[in-house]
């Protein structure tokens, strides 16, 4: 089993830059996936962006350019730098871990991103 802790959100504003963070403990196997979904009041968890085990990433348009995720593989972290925030980013954002030949996945607990204008 993995557990996932997701922490750095909070209150910004328009312009503004935070930096996520998800810490993974448990069974941590090399094949995996990590990425980050966001879920706003009233409308669908969407893909905001995930990372490989060999370090590739892929991002959603709304947030080409602005985000970036990165893995801190000593410490089992995977980072998510958001700079240039704008309202529409504020959301819950959960980081999910899949592993790549299996059906297992599991998520963390959330960490609210708001921005103001």
């Known amino acids: 089993q993995v557990q996932l802790v997701e922490s750095g959100g909070g209150l910004v504003q328009a312009g503004g830059s935070l930096r996520l963070s998800c810490a993974a403990s448990?069974?941590?196997?090399?094949?995996?996936?990590i990425a980050w979904y966001r879920q706003a009041p009233g409308k669908q968890r969407e893909l905001v962006a995930s990372?490989?085990?060999?370090?590739?990433?892929a991002y959603a348009e709304s947030v080409k350019g602005r985000f970036t995720i990165s893995r801190d593989r000593a410490k089992n972290t995977v980072n998510l730098q958001m700079n240039n925030l704008k309202p529409e980013d504020t959301a819950v954002y959960y980081c999910?871990?899949?592993?790549?030949?299996?059906?297992?996945?599991?998520w963390g607990q959330g960490t609210q991103v708001t921005v103001s204008s």
């Open positions: 990372i490989t085990s060999i370090g590739g990433t």
């Open positions: 999910n871990y899949r592993l790549t030949a299996l059906s297992y996945n599991t």
């Open positions: 448990g069974s941590i196997f090399s094949n995996n996936v």
